[in-house]
Nanobody
Framework: QVQLVESGGGLVQAGGSLRLSCATP????????MGWFRQVPGQEREFVAG????????VYSDSVKGRFTISRDNVKAPVYLQMNSLKPEDTAVYYC????????????WGQGTQVTVAS
């Protein structure tokens, strides 16, 4: 049973910062690309950021580029999302996801963590 567990969400004022973490209890995700997605009620889930299994390549959505940073530590936890200069429109449930590096689709998902940015 693959399990992804997000943490670090919460309420923050606009302009503030949060750091999300994604843990995988009992399993190493060294050969998995990792990603962060977010979803607002009534809207489709959207891609936020991704990092390949080596950590050598990262990609961001235009809406977060320059404000969010994805990183990984295959020893302590697979992936982090540092979110700076938060805006009210960043409010969403944030999900961690994983895919084997040879696959194209993300196949493992966490339960999500709520991020609320107050104006």
């Amino acid at each position: 049973q693959v399990q992804l567990v997000e943490s670090g969400g919460g309420l923050v004022q606009a302009g503030g910062s949060l750091r999300l973490s994604c843990a995988t209890p009992g399993r190493m995700f060294s050969y998995y690309d990792m990603g962060w997605f977010r979803q607002v009620p009534g809207q489709e889930r959207e891609f936020v950021a991704g990092i390949i299994w080596t950590g050598g390549s990262k990609v961001y959505s235009d809406s977060v580029k320059g404000r969010f940073t994805i990183s990984r530590d295959n020893v302590k936890a697979p992936v982090y999302l540092q979110m700076n200069s938060l805006k009210p429109e960043d409010t969403a449930v944030y999900y961690c996801a994983a895919r084997y590096y040879r696959d194209s689709d993300y196949t493992y998902w966490g339960q999500g963590t709520q991020v609320t940015v107050a104006s």
